[in-house]
């Protein structure tokens, strides 16, 4: 039963071979990402229990149809694809029994209500092994209903198994309070206010306030320490947990044939991290707050940069730490936004470039990434406002009212679309009209051109997010105002990075004079081992000596910022298109 997904080779002497089997869905080549898509088996193997060995010699047989086969999950799963494997019981090619398709549909319950997830009555292919993507649903059960089969075949079912996840976490409330809980990526405040920029855009005024709570180096273990002191002051509705790339123990990951002695280290590192995993969820339940699972980011081991590669960090390591994060959503029935499988395929397809400057640390422009990957697993339209319009004549004009504004365009935005679909996921703002005359019209908001289009284009819909309109502009202040929330609690996790130093070392933090000297003699001991860290913590520990005594403050100005961004609204424009050539 381990049918994988796999790219089949041929050898110099002709012969076909998979170099590296697997028994889950792998991306397909035309989707642009590569390797596992980390979707398991959520409905293993349902299609009977006398199914359920591991040959597919073995099957069920339905001899009167329609046919019902159903499955149960334990809560509420994230359906993205299925696998079925029939036999043609009765089949007689001699008498005229031949194969043909089977005909079925399947079926999702959520909520009590069934609907139809994937609709194959009229499936036409022959398909002995049939796999394919569903859209992505949400359900608490599934079931397969077969409704037809070729003329003296009964159907035969050896597999019915459904792949997804666990449930997609809810999108944001109006209102809400959310903390990203995590290492040095939650630290450097990219992807955490990037969607509380999202929000502030797509729902204005929603007032969704977005906590940083990461620590540069940190891990579950280091998370569980400053749980009380440092997360549960930020008061959050929700907590999204991302952690993975501390815990891992990259340093046992130089080779991908380690010796026992690292096996073992590995394995320690890993049951670590599922038990620390495990203790947050306690933690984070006994204090009523709900938490969202984020599997870790990749470490880039696929690029040719100059930068040290410690070459199974992502493949042997992250991928191991992304399925603990899986098993612990599915278990707990947490939901889950899974961004490690499509950021690793990310990383992998183009290794002449980095989205690294380290392996480690994505910039704004993978961050952007991260962002839409939890925006999808949100269930989240890419859709900012769509109108259609006919034509009068050779143009058209009317009163456009988005009710939400366009994602910012920038340089990170710029460099993130040439590795990744940001725009088809996120910023579509369709402007179409239809019947226009063939030729090139002109696009302008309140008498400002801001690009030219063909009939056809216009017919298809143009797609203005990108384009210099009045609410583009709104959405680049509201990018300069989320900066500044950014950068003012960039300041307070530095300083909350030398408060977790002082109190492991045992020195009271509001002893300034104590802590001062202790910063001193670490600097010191730093300097005489020519690390290469020296410098980072020169500038962080002249911020914290800095501004230490000025968190309130920083706190009052990322407030005034944010309510400067919640306080932005759609423009109303007069959109007008003019016929530029005939």
Not at 25 to 36: A, F, I, N, T, V
Not at 86 to 93: Q, Y
Not at 128 to 137: F, K, L, N, Q, S
């Amino acid at each position: 039963r381990l049918i994988g997904l796999d790219r089949i080779e041929m050898g110099e002497n002709g012969d076909l071979a998979v170099s590296h089997a697997t028994d889950t869905p792998q991306w397909l080549p035309s989707s642009g990402l590569r390797g596992d898509t980390g979707w398991r088996p959520i409905a293993p193997n349902c299609a009977d229990a006398e199914c359920c060995d591991g040959s597919l010699e073995t099957f069920h047989r339905y001899d009167r149809l329609p046919a019902t086969v159903e499955y149960a999950f334990p809560g509420l799963r994230a359906l993205r694809a299925f696998r079925l494997v029939w036999r043609d019981c009765g089949l007689d090619t001699k008498r005229g029994v031949t194969p043909g398709p089977f005909r079925y549909r399947i079926d999702r319950r959520r909520d009590g209500k069934w609907t139809t997830w994937v609709d194959a009555s009229d499936n036409a292919a022959d398909l002995p092994v049939d796999y394919r993507e569903g859209p992505r649903a949400e359900a608490d059960a599934v079931r397969l209903v077969i409704l037809g089969a070729p003329r003296g075949i009964a159907p035969g079912v050896s597999e019915f198994t459904v792949f997804g996840t666990a449930p997609g976490p809810a999108y944001f409330k109006p209102g809400e309070r959310i903390s990203f809980f995590g290492d040095s990526i939650v630290h450097g405040g990219w992807f955490e206010h990037l969607l509380e920029l999202f929000a502030a855009l797509r729902d204005p005024g929603s007032n969704v306030r977005v906590t940083n709570v990461g620590i540069s180096g940190d891990t579950t273990g280091g998370g569980l320490g400053r749980f009380d002191w440092d997360l549960l002051p930020t008061k959050p509705d929700r907590v999204f947990t991302f952690f993975g790339m501390n815990d891992v123990g990259r340093g046992d990951y130089r080779t991908k044939t380690p010796d026992e002695a690292t096996r073992k280290r590995r394995a320690a590192s890993l049951e670590r991290y599922r038990a620390n995993q495990a203790k947050l969820a306690d933690r984070l339940a006994a204090a009523g707050i709900g938490q969202v699972c984020l599997t870790p980011s990749p470490y880039d081991e696929y690029s040719a940069i100059r930068t040290t590669n410690l070459a199974a960090v992502n493949s042997q390591g992250l991928s191991r730490c992304a399925e603990i994060v899986r098993d612990l959503a599915a278990d707990r029935g947490l939901p889950l936004a899974d961004i490690h499988p499509s950021l690793t395929s990310v990383f992998a397809a183009d290794t002449t470039s980095s989205l690294t400057g380290d392996r480690v640390h994505p910039g704004c422009n993978g961050h952007l990434m991260m962002m839409a990957e939890i925006l999808a697993a949100m269930g989240v339209s890419p859709t900012v406002a769509e109108t259609t319009v006919a034509a009068t004549g050779d143009g058209a004009s009317f009163d456009y009212a988005p009710k939400a504004l366009p994602f910012p365009k920038s340089w990170y935005y710029e460099q993130a679309e040439k590795r990744y679909p940001l725009t088809e996921r996120i910023n579509r703002e369709i402007i179409r009209v239809t019947g226009l005359p063939p030729g090139k019209y002109d696009l302008a908001f309140d008498g400002r051109t801001v690009g030219a289009f063909t009939a056809d284009e216009f017919a298809a819909g143009v797609n203005a997010a990108l384009l210099d309109t009045p609410n583009q502009r709104t959405a680049q202040a509201a990018w300069k105002l989320m900066c500044g929330i950014r950068g003012a609690e960039s300041v307070q996790r530095d300083i909350a990075l030398v408060r977790c130093q002082l109190l492991a070392a045992k020195v009271a933090p509001d002893d300034w004079t104590a802590a001062d000297a202790h910063l001193d003699a670490r600097l010191q001991k730093l300097r005489e081992q020519k690390a290469g860290n020296l410098g980072y913590y020169e500038g962080v520990y002249a911020k914290y000596r800095k501004c230490r005594g000025e968190v309130a403050a920083l706190t009052a100005k990322a407030d005034g910022l944010r309510a400067e961004m919640n306080a932005l609204r759609p423009a109303v424009s007069r959109v007008s298109i003019q016929r530029k050539e005939k």
